[in-house]
């Protein structure tokens, strides 16, 4: 439970990250206001997904293979809700770079702590823990 808050936060600054670095490149100007004008409805996604995530598993989404949900939905419903408020369309061209950049930033941060975890712990200590999160299941 002592990740889930810092996990959930890394992902809202990831999808932040996403919105100011497509204002960026864009031109469309870096403020606070503008930047969280664009991420809004992606940081709605967040939240569904990970509320979709917990009611599927009944357990909170910070490790990589139970974080799909969240890359899914927040890009779903992100896209989406661009469109309805009429924050822009959705090309595909923007579909696609949104999930592979958002799909990165979500999943990659949690696979990078994975791979330290491992190469921290030891092999052992991770089929342990590994042993541990399945009979949790």
């Known amino acids: 439970m002592r990740r ?51 009611l599927v598993r009944r357990d909170w989404p910070v490790e990589v293979v139970h974080a799909t949900p969240i890359w899914l939905l927040t890009v779903a419903a992100g896209l989406a809700l661009r469109v309805v408020s009429g924050g822009g369309g959705a090309p595909l061209s923007f579909a696609l770079v949104a999930a592979v950049v958002l799909g990165a ?10 791979t330290l975890r ?18 949790r299941r």
């Open 105 to 114: 930033f979500l999943l990659g941060w949690r696979a990078l702590v994975a």
């Open 4 to 54: 889930v808050l810092p996990s959930f936060l890394v992902d809202a600054g990831f999808v932040l990250l996403f919105a100011l670095i497509g204002r960026a490149s864009h031109v469309e100007g870096v403020t606070v206001l503008g930047v969280l004008d664009t991420a809004w409805p992606f940081l709605v996604g967040l939240v569904l997904g990970w509320a979709a995530a917990w």
């Open 118 to 135: 491992f190469a921290t712990d030891g092999l052992r200590t991770w089929a342990e823990r590994q042993a541990r999160q399945r009979t």
